[in-house]
Each structure stands twice: as structure tokens, then as C-alpha cells.
């Protein structure tokens, strides 16, 4: 009796994890701007063709071109199968919220905001230590003592960037001089070059020779005038140095194409849990980038500050303060 029932328990294992892994279709909702950003969105497009091309696992994926289209894209994948689902942006968090509870056998994933629900894993990033660091080299690359940071859509998550970003100059020059805008206040914000150049312009004209961006595509635009003046810019969520060799001192990279690896891949292995899950320094959530395009912008002197400075702050001998805890930032 006890072998049959140890039998029909096995029996009942290998079916659920069968079920399990017939189950398995995994889908990546864009936000706006589209995959190819270059920058946020693009970092997760390359996360899921690393799995793809790791797993032979195909995936499904949509880019939304209005704001309208994000609940209909998640309705439309739930309903069609797809598990787990990951939404890209802060933005889609209301439509996360109402499509998670129609389908609760569904597993769903947001980056960059937190939906309350047994069935959806919320991932965050300290988005303020990679700016630290990437403030620290600016700071030491700057000849005239004032930098710059254009942001995306006027939000907290952006200020955190920005203020991340300021102490990391700050600790460097307690003088120096932060400029600091953002595009605007919509999503039309994340996908505007052109604006992005302006600001950028404008910057440089008050003293600026090192700019940082936080603006999804309308980045491009920001490396672009810093590079067409002969300037340093400094990319952001994917690793943006190749874009303007020379003139990119470095790029603060937020493992946006980790966190949908790990996703897939967990839920594959029926290891996936819901909750909070927050991506520092510690754990490789966010860095600088260092490769061949700047690696002689970055003096050994510039490399050993941001790297002990990278240790401190793990160790938390520097606290680097986070915008969206008071909405204040004290540099």
C-alpha cells in the first residue's frame, strides 16, 4: 500500500510539473518608446533574447504606441496563455493591477513600481547608487566644474536619478554645480530627441561638459548635442558607450535584460515567487559601464574613486539618499 501510494504521489509530481512547464509561454509588454530604444526598453528586449537564444524558448512581445493599449496588450496575453507576463515601465501598473486580479492563475512581473497582488512580482532598482557612481566620474572628468542631467518624464523615479547623481558630484567638489531639467510631463517625454538636444544645448551654454540623461530615448538627443560639441554624455539602463565612441564617458546600467532573464527563467523552473524584489549595487542591479569605447576616457584615478566608492556604499559607509523615500534631495 505505501509503495502504490508513494507511486501515485510521484505520478502526481511529475504531472504538475508537466502542467507546469506546458504552461510556460512567456510574454514582455512594452512601454512607450518602443523596444529599440536604445536605452530602458531595449535593456529588456535584450534580456529576452538572451533567454531565447540560452533556452530555444520563443517569446511574445508588443509594443504599445498610446497609453490605452497597455491593459488591452495584458488582457489579450493572459487570455491567450501567456505566463508569466512582464510589463516594462512605472506606467503600467493601474492596467498590471486590473488585468492581474481577471486572471489569477497568471503569473505577471512589473518593472520600476509595486502592484499588490498574489500573482505579480513587483522589481525594483536603486536607481540612486548607479547614479552615485556615475556623478563621482563626472565630477572628475569636468574642466569647468559644472555638469549637467536631462531627465525623461517629470517623475520620482527620475529624481532619483537625479539626486543619486548630485551626491555622487557632490563628494567629489562640494562646490560643483548641478544643472538639472526635465522634458516634460507625459509619456510623449520618453521619446523626444530633439528636445532632448535642446536642453542639452542650453546646459552647455550655462557651463556644462558633462551631461547625464535619464530620458529613454530622448537621450539619443542628449548624447548627440554633448558629442556634437565636443563633450562627454553619459548614457543609461543599457550600456549606451558604443552610440558616440569618445564621447560617452560611461553609462549608468540598470540590469533592466537581467531582471527579464531571471523572470522567464524562474518561472521555467517553477521557482518564481511574488513580492518585492529590489536590484542594487549588491547584487549587480545597477553599475557603470567600462569597455573598449571608454576605456580612455577613465583614468585609473577615476576607476579606483568609483570602485571604492561602489564598496562603500555596499558596505554602507555611504548612504546614498533616495528621492522617492521624502521626495527631497539633500545635495
Not at 160 to 184: H, I, P, Q
Request: overall charge negative; aromatic content about 8%; glycine content about 10%.
Amino acid at each position: 500500500m505505501k509503495q502504490f501510494l508513494a507511486g501515485l504521489l510521484a505520478a502526481t509530481l511529475l504531472s504538475a510539473s508537466s502542467a507546469s512547464a506546458a504552461d510556460f509561454a512567456p510574454a514582455l509588454l512594452y512601454d512607450l518608446g518602443g523596444k529599440f530604444d536604445k536605452s530602458f526598453n531595449e535593456a529588456a528586449y535584450n534580456g529576452a533574447e538572451k533567454y531565447k537564444a540560452d533556452s530555444g524558448t520563443e517569446y511574445r512581445e508588443f509594443e504599445i504606441t498610446n497609453d490605452a493599449q497597455r491593459e488591452q496588450a495584458l488582457r489579450r496575453f493572459a487570455r491567450d496563455g501567456a505566463n508569466p507576463i512582464i510589463s516594462v515601465g512605472f506606467s503600467q501598473a493601474a492596467a498590471l493591477e486590473a488585468v492581474a486580479k481577471e486572471y489569477p492563475d497568471t503569473q505577471f512581473a512589473i518593472i520600476d513600481a509595486v502592484v499588490d497582488a498574489p500573482n505579480v512580482q513587483s522589481i525594483l532598482f536603486k536607481e540612486e547608487e548607479g547614479s552615485y557612481l556615475v556623478g563621482i566620474l563626472a565630477a572628475m572628468k569636468s574642466e569647468t566644474g559644472t555638469v549637467g542631467f536631462v531627465g525623461g518624464m517629470d517623475i520620482p523615479l527620475i529624481s532619483k536619478f537625479a539626486c543619486g547623481y548630485a551626491g555622487g558630484v557632490k563628494s567629489v567638489k562640494a562646490d560643483a554645480k548641478v544643472l538639472e531639467n526635465m522634458t516634460g510631463t507625459t509619456g510623449a517625454a520618453w521619446n523626444d530627441p530633439v528636445r532632448g538636444g535642446e536642453l542639452t544645448k542650453s546646459q552647455m551654454d550655462q557651463g556644462a561638459d558633462v551631461v547625464f540623461h535619464a530620458a529613454g530615448g530622448t537621450g539619443i538627443g542628449v548624447l548627440q548635442a554633448a558629442a556634437d560639441a565636443g563633450k562627454y554624455g553619459i548614457g543609461v539602463d543599457s550600456n549606451q558607450n558604443m552610440l558616440f565612441p569618445g564621447h560617452v564617458l560611461t553609462s549608468m546600467v540598470k540590469r533592466v535584460d537581467t531582471a527579464v532573464y531571471t523572470t522567464f527563467d524562474d518561472a521555467a523552473k517553477g521557482e518564481w515567487k511574488p513580492g518585492i524584489v529590489t536590484l542594487g549595487l549588491e547584487n549587480d542591479g545597477v553599475a557603470y559601464a567600462l569597455d573598449e569605447h571608454n576605456a580612455d576616457l577613465i583614468t585609473e584615478e577615476m576607476k579606483a574613486a568609483v570602485d571604492q566608492a561602489r564598496q562603500d556604499i555596499i558596505a554602507g559607509k555611504i548612504e546614498v539618499h533616495d528621492y522617492s523615500t521624502d521626495s527631497s534631495c539633500p545635495y
